[in-house]
Antibody, heavy 118, light 110 residues
Framework: QVQLQESGPGLVRPSETLSLTCAVS?????????WGWVRQPPGKGLEWIGS???????YYMPSLKSRVTISVDTSNNQFSLELNSVTAADTAVYYC???????????WGRGTLVTVSS | QSALTQPRSVSGSPGQSVTISCTGT?????????VSWYQHHPGKAPKLIIY???KRPSGVPDRFSGSKSGNTASLTISGLQAEDEADYHC??????????FGGGTTLTVL
């Protein structure tokens, strides 16, 4: 059974960098699929942030591209998100998820709330 | 790239059918058969219920069905049940490996 679990600080100060990690169990990242991040600001819909392939090919939402870095650590079977220069608008529940080759997120983590506040 | 457009809320009584629309453009919904629907109960992980416009993952009841016409995709839930009350999000591929989501629709079972 494939499971994903997000971890990281729940509070980040404005202008600093948001860093989250997604630990994957039950499946080896190096075996395939894309691995991505999706967020949901309070009261709003889901927003795709970006996805990374096992070999490192990475794709970002254009509006976030200048601030986002997604990386993969196959040795520890996890992938990470960094979002810099955060503002209150980046406050959201952040989900990590597995994206299949038909562009569906078929397995999700439970999500972690990140609040940007001083 | 703008988010896909969904109604903020829909409602129906048990046993009835409801349809949720998801409107995009020819660059996303209308251009690809990569529309997905997710059921999201608050506090839980979203669940994939429809993929490739019309397909259902194993274990998803056939009360859930998807369709598409032009730039608008639709999710229909027939035989509404209390446990169907949730938020529903559509998603579409939108060129260069990017994805768009809709704003989400809250389904209330009366």
């Amino acid at each position: 059974q494939v499971q994903l679990q997000e971890s990281g600080p729940g509070l980040v100060r404005p202008s600093e960098t948001l860093s989250l990690t997604c630990a994957v169990s039950g499946y080896s990242i190096s075996s395939g699929y894309y691995w991505g991040w999706v967020r949901q600001p309070p009261g709003k819909g889901l927003e795709w942030i970006g996805s990374i392939f096992r070999s490192g090919g990475v794709y970002y939402m254009p509006s976030l591209k200048s601030r986002v870095t997604i990386s993969v650590d196959t040795s520890n079977n996890q992938f990470s998100l960094e979002l810099n220069s955060v503002t209150a608008a980046d406050t959201a529940v952040y989900y990590c998820a597995r994206r299949d080759y038909d562009n569906n997120f078929d397995i999700w983590g439970r999500g972690t709330l990140v609040t940007v506040s001083s | 790239q703008s988010a896909l457009t969904q109604p903020r809320s829909v409602s129906g009584s048990p046993g009835q059918s409801v349809t949720i629309s998801c409107t995009g453009t020819s660059l996303d919904v209308g251009g690809y058969n990569y529309v997905s629907w997710y059921q999201h109960h608050p506090g839980k992980a979203p669940k994939l219920i429809i993929y490739n416009v019309i397909k259902r993952p194993s274990g998803v009841p056939d009360r859930f069905s998807g369709s598409k016409s032009g730039n608008t995709a639709s999710l229909t839930i027939s035989g509404l049940q209390a446990e169907d009350e949730a938020d529903y999000h559509c998603s579409s591929y939108a060129t260069s490996y990017t994805l768009l989501f809709g704003g989400g629709t809250t389904l209330t079972v009366l």
